[in-house]
């Protein structure tokens, strides 16, 4: 299994950022998918989750009304829509299945915000 991000970059504070993940070596569409993050000095938190049939969202608090997840079966890709980004969203982001496995963590993509 693979996950593979992508779209991460340096934005200004109240910027926006779109970051994508390709999946292979799974049956995608059988997941419930998630976001995470993992800012310097800091654990790996969960950010955004995707249910894998009623495509139902979860936020976390942090990032709620700004950030939306969406998900497409047919071509195995997660997404993730930054708007408003803030400095405390810095961090490495990565996509796997929730829960997680610990086998299918990625590179992650970085996102940096600030002026």
């Known amino acids: 299994v693979q996950f593979v991000e992508s779209g991460g970059g340096l934005v200004q504070p109240g910027g926006s950022l779109s970051l994508s993940c390709t999946a292979s070596?799974?049956?995608?569409?059988?997941?419930?998918l998630g976001w995470y993050r993992q800012a310097p000095g800091k654990g790996r938190d969960i950010v955004a989750i995707?249910?894998?049939?009623?495509?139902?969202?979860h936020y976390a608090d942090s990032v709620k009304g700004r950030f939306t997840i969406s998900r497409d079966n047919a071509k195995n890709t997660v997404a993730l829509q930054m708007n408003s980004l803030k400095p405390e969203d810095t961090a490495v982001y990565y996509c796997?299945?929730?829960?997680?496995?610990?086998?299918?963590w990625g590179q992650g993509t970085q996102v940096t915000v600030s002026s």
């Open positions: 796997n299945t929730e829960p997680n496995r610990r086998d299918y």
């Open positions: 070596g799974l049956t995608f569409s059988s997941y419930t």
């Open positions: 995707i249910d894998s049939r009623s495509y139902t969202t």
